[in-house]
């Protein structure tokens, strides 16, 4: 099952309140999604950590109704 | 099928070898994207490593996401430490990180052959 942008960013925004999300649909293809999400509650994670905030707003869709999304993650410079 | 408990198959996966993937199929034949991409760029970083084909084993498809907090395969440990999935084992590799870590590690790399 599929999941929309729009979906996508307000769950990460939802769940990380001060992120500035930007995601691409890689294939156009409503299943292959590529992330940037930017946030001052990264700071001082390693990036393991940083990612798993960002799955932990999507609230467990990762690896099921969200089959890819490539993640990157950073602190606003 | 083994009747130990998931966890510890994980733990000794992880403490048996240096490096390990886990990962659908197996480095010659991935059977996904993101597996054979973690593949490559652990290829071109010059490790030797280790892998688990979580196709083979339900219980441990399940198991490693758990155990390490991450909802997706693959999964890489070095050294008994979970380092990440795809995008950050890439984004790692290509930053010379992922090299740098492996050696900080005492993992020996083999020189690439276009180096």
Redesign the interface.
Known sequence: MAMDIAEIERLIKEGIPDAKVEIQDLRGDGDHYAAFVTSAEFEGLN??KQ??LV?AALQ?K???DLH?L???TSVPG | MNDQPVNERIESEINDQDVVLFMKGNPMFPQCGFSAATVQALSMAGVKFGSVDVLQDAELREGIKEFSSWPTIPQLYVKGEFVGGCDIVREMYETGELQEMLREKGVELQESPDE
């Open positions: 990036r393991v990612h798993q799955y467990g990762m690896g099921t890819a490539a993640l990157q």
